[in-house]
Nanobody, 127 residues
């Protein structure tokens, strides 16, 4: 069993930055993936970024490449999402999630690959 708690959301103006955190408790595996997903009002939840607990390999949605950076601190069992140059279209509830065990590269962006999910944190970007 793994519990995930997100924090760091809030209201920011376009062009600003936020850093989201996701603290994990319970058993994790170095080969597991930690991902960030988001869901905007009226839209389906979509992939944002992912990283393995080992740190080997990072993955980004095209819409956030060059603006968002995912990282992890294994000592704190925490994954971060640094979001820069935020746009109004980044407004959404952001969820972190973790898979359980080895996760192939080709499914790192797929929601079905993730077993445990956090409760979400709201990010609102004003224009």
């Amino acid at each position: 069993q793994v519990q995930l708690v997100e924090s760091g959301g809030g209201l920011v103006q376009a062009g600003g930055s936020l850093r989201l955190s996701c603290a994990a408790s319970g058993r994790t595996f170095s080969s597991s993936a930690m991902g960030w997903f988001r869901q905007a009002p009226g839209k389906e939840r979509e992939f944002v970024a992912a990283i393995r607990w080992s740190g080997l390999g990072t993955y980004y949605a095209d819409s956030v490449k060059g603006r968002f950076t995912i990282s992890r601190d294994n000592a704190k069992n925490t994954v971060y999402l640094q979001m820069n140059s935020l746009k109004p279209e980044d407004t959404a509830v952001y969820y972190c999630a973790t898979s359980y065990g080895y996760t192939p590269d080709q499914v790192m962006g797929q929601q079905a690959a993730y077993k445990y999910w956090g409760q979400g944190t709201q990010v609102t970007v004003s224009s």
